[in-house]
């Protein structure tokens, strides 16, 4: 279902087809001008957005993330829009969904807007199947088989905060992301958020984040956090190759739960004019110490 607010607000039904489609609005419908065809109209003062028919999709929008999601996990790949400016560099994957009966839609600036509900589609949006959260029990088994560090968020909710965070962690290439069992599903604005990274970083929930914990101790992991009142700088002593950090809410902070877990905390060094970095901000400080002492990370195993 495909939004519309202009004075009229319509209803578009698409099936998959190998042409794509005008869509340009005349009085009260909008018509498909490669078939000269009335798609349908909803009556005035509605206003409706494309929407995720199953929890498990997303609409994903911004040129960078849907371009990696194209690129990463194309089969998943429901359905296109994309403005005229974006149809040159698109010329590959409309091919695509042409030949594997994938909707693509050519739509205006103003109509994307309205699909996606943001002014910051850039011209792009893709709706697609969402990965499904990892378990803490895969994720131990992935650690088995290819150590990697790893991030935890414990009770972070923003979702520009966990994009940009999916964003660092790419860059650094960091491939797992784990949480309790209220860490939020994806969203698009936090898949924009990661600029592509999202299609890199594997999310995983576990229903027990102290048990998570002491089997990752037991593996060899070490847990740090970050703290204003801690004594020792991140740049006192490297971080250790298995490492795990761990980063709180954005208004509270860590949990005392995981607090009482930490090998360490460590001072990310300032002049005390503010309390505290964003999360986002001390994730990335933290992950390129660590790539400065290790190098890059493995990147994304899923398999």
């Not at 340009?24 to 065809?37: H, I, P």
């Not at 995981?258 to 005390?272: K, V």
Request: with cysteine; hydrophobic share 40%.
């Amino acid at each position: 279902m495909v939004a519309g607010s202009n004075p009229v607000a319509p209803t578009i039904f698409f099936s998959s087809f190998s042409r794509h489609s005008y869509l340009t609005f005349q009085g009260e419908f909008l018509v498909n001008d490669s078939r000269k065809t009335i798609i349908r109209s909803q009556p005035r003062g509605k206003v409706l957005r494309e929407k995720a028919s199953t929890d498990r999709e997303l609409l994903y929008y911004g040129q960078h993330i849907c371009t990696a999601l194209a690129k990463m996990r194309r089969s998943d790949i429901i359905r296109v829009y994309y403005t005229e400016e974006r149809m040159k560099p698109l010329g590959e994957l409309l091919r695509w969904c042409a030949k594997n009966r994938k909707a693509y839609h050519l739509v205006s600036g103003e109509e994307l807007e309205r699909i996606t509900g943001s002014v910051h589609h850039e011209g792009l949006a893709i709706l697609a199947t969402c990965p499904p959260l990892g378990s803490a029990t895969e994720l131990l088994e992935l650690l088995r088989l290819k150590p990697a560090p790893l991030v935890f968020l414990d009770d972070v909710q923003n979702p520009h905060n966990i994009g940009t965070i999916m964003r660092v962690m790419a860059n650094f290439g960091w491939p797992y992301l784990v949480g309790p069992g209220a860490l939020p599903p994806l969203t698009a604005a936090a898949a924009r958020m990661s600029e592509g990274g999202a299609e890199s970083v594997r999310m995983f929930a576990c229903k027990d984040s102290k048990s998570l914990c002491r089997d990752l101790k037991a593996m060899g992991y070490r847990l740090y956090g970050t703290s204003s009142h801690a004594k020792d700088s991140l740049y006192a002593k490297p971080l250790v190759e298995k490492s795990v950090v761990i980063m709180g809410s954005e208004v509270e902070g860590m949990s005392p739960g995981m607090e009482a877990l930490m090998d360490e905390f460590l001072l990310i060094p300032g002049t005390g004019q503010v309390e505290s970095l964003n999360v986002s901000v001390a994730c990335g400080l933290l992950l390129g110490e660590y790539t400065r002492v290790h190098g890059l990370g493995p990147s994304r195993a899923l398999d």
